[in-house]
């Protein structure tokens, strides 16, 4: 059976994925704001699509590298309209990502224990016109150091070929990146994270394969919320945050062209099911939601030790966060 490589990779993981209900308030002499609630910039929107719920059925080590970019050019409110406070808003989020993946022998029962770790390096750049907010990126530092165990389940052998395989993870986003709290736009979220999440892939014919990643967040509180202007809640200072829950899907399905090569289309869709908090009192109308869709291709060399990703997305459906008209993601994975 050919060998596919889980990326448990957390790429979206790393855009800045900004500004729920972002409400502004002008005086004569400053500029009051409620504080930046994001979720966090460690998911793995859209980072996982062809096989995801293959990685292999041998023990060692395995490398990948993940260059994503995301060009933010409308910041979307409650409503789905354009934030009516920016004047031309823009951000640019550039991520490469180291993952190393280690998996145990398999024991008895076919079943596979692994974990993974991943280490971004994230560039910021945004721009807001020449009227209106002016919010500030921490430029390039490193991201959130993701840590990530699962358990790879053996497939489902039917006439001779494998027709299903899945996969149970959790993953914990520790806060260990940039972060600067007089900036709007950090590499860090400054708050632990966890993510349970299952993967799958279904073959239901031999050329043809559907994959799909669900995803649950739990968002612990950030204790030191940034902003580079004065944050304020209910006329006092802001101690504490907290993001809200969601869920997450990754989605994909590709044909086989000619052996070794596959393309698709690939997506994701996001639902943040609570409103974020501040001092503990809940911030109306901050629920993001998204779905991306595009295509993409996938490639295996010959003995399967090494496979390419490259995916596209455009964004629709876009709530209390930038709208990214175009995403772009290439990954590679080499089983050593």
């Known amino acids: 059976m050919r060998e596919y490589k889980n990326n448990f990779i957390k790429a979206d993981a790393l855009f800045a994925k900004t500004l729920l209900s972002l409400a502004v308030v002008y005086s004569a002499s400053s500029l009051a704001v409620t504080p930046t609630v994001t979720l966090p910039k460690g ?10 719920g293959f990685s292999g059925n041998s023990s ?43 998996k145990f022998e398999p024991n008895e029962s076919g079943e ?3 974990v993974s770790a991943f280490i971004p390096l994230v560039s910021l750049d945004a721009s807001f016109g020449n009227t209106g907010p002016q919010l500030k ?12 165990g699962y358990l790879q389940l053996p497939p ?9 395989s899945h996969r149970i993870a959790v993953d914990v986003i520790v806060p260990t990146g940039g972060y600067d709290a007089d900036k709007d736009f950090n590499q860090s979220n400054n708050y632990v994270t966890l993510i349970p999440n299952w993967s799958f892939t279904v073959l239901p014919a031999p050329r043809v394969e559907i994959s799909g990643r669900i995803n649950y967040l739990y968002n612990f509180e950030n204790s030191e919320p940034a902003g580079s202007a004065p944050l304020t809640w209910n006329g006092g200072a802001v101690d504490n945050t907290q993001s809200g829950q969601a869920v997450y ?36 109308d901050s629920k993001e939601e998204v779905l991306g869709i595009g295509p993409g291709v996938f490639w295996s060399s010959k003995d399967q030790s090494t496979n390419v990703w490259v995916n596209t997305y455009s964004e629709s459906m876009v709530e209390n966060r930038f709208r990214n008209e175009l ?10």
């Open 43 to 52: 998911t793995s929107l859209g980072s996982t699509s062809f096989f995801d």
């Open 60 to 102: 060692g080590v395995t490398y990948l590298l993940y260059l994503q970019k995301e060009n933010g050019t409308s910041l979307k409110d409650s409503d789905g309209n354009n934030a009516a406070a920016f004047n031309s808003p823009n951000l640019d989020v550039t991520v490469a990502i180291n993952q190393i993946d280690y």
């Open 112 to 114: 596979i224990y692994g």
């Open 137 to 148: 990126d921490n430029g390039t530092e490193l991201g959130d150091l993701t840590l990530s």
């Open 156 to 164: 489902s052998i039917k006439d001779g070929r494998p027709v299903f």
């Open 249 to 284: 899907m990754n989605f994909a399905t590709s044909y086989e062209i000619f052996p070794g090569l596959r393309a698709g289309l690939n997506g994701y869709y996001l639902k943040q099911l609570t409103d974020d908090k501040v001092n503990g009192d809940t911030l109306a």
């Open 327 to 336: 995403k772009l993601q290439f990954r590679i994975a080499h089983k050593f």
